[in-house]
Every structure is written in C-alpha cells, then in structure tokens.
Nanobody, 116 residues
C-alpha cells in the first residue's frame, strides 16, 4: 500500500494562496486515482479533490474555482493549489488513494490555517 507525505501547509490570511505538496512512496500510477482530503477541527475528514491516473479531476462544490489538483507521474507527486482561501478552509490536509482502501494508513497531514 502506498504511503504519502504531505507538506506546504501554514498560516495564511483570508484571500491568500497556498500550494500543498504530496510525495508518494512508490509509483502513483499503480492506483487509479489520488485525492486530497481535509479534516477541519472537530469534524470528520472529507474529500476535497480527486485526480485520476489519466488526469481527470473533480472537486467538492465548496472549493470549485478556487482549488486545483495536479500530479507529476514522473516524480510520484500530487499538488493542491489553493487560491482565495477562506477561514472555513482551515483544516489538516491529507493526500491518499481514491477510493480509500480498507485499513488505510494515513500520513501526518499538513495543517492549513486561514485567519486574520
């Protein structure tokens, strides 16, 4: 099972931008799709964006037009460009396979805090 390491999160003011980075432990083409998930404080983890092996993307409604997911198959990396950030985007962000397999092994995630 692939492992993922996320980075790039930090504090940012509302309206700002961040680019999150996810490094996979092996060839990400062995799985059908990779996704970014987030877990806001005190809430359940939720799906944010998905990118297929072929590059097709989908997004949860709340981030459409603001977030862009991309991947570099040669570097086994996945990215999340986040623009026009809002306080409600504050969360720990994770990348992982999509759909989530049985008995997932989540990484530590990267914390994004949006506040003034």
């Amino acid at each position: 099972q692939l492992q993922f390491v996320e980075s790039g999160g930090r504090w940012v003011q509302p309206g700002g931008s961040l680019r999150l980075y996810c490094a996979a432990s092996d060839n990400i083409n062995i799985i059908v799709a990779v996704a970014w998930y987030r877990q806001p404080p005190g809430k359940q983890r939720e799906l944010v964006a998905v990118i297929s092996r072929g590059g097709s993307t989908s997004y949860v409604d709340s981030v459409k037009g603001r977030f862009t997911i991309s991947r570099d198959n040669f570097k086994d990396a996945v990215f999340l460009q986040m623009n026009l950030l809002k306080p409600e985007d504050t969360a720990a962000f994770y990348c992982y396979a999509y759909p989530i397999p049985d008995a997932p092994s989540w990484g530590q995630g990267t914390q994004v805090t949006v506040s003034s």
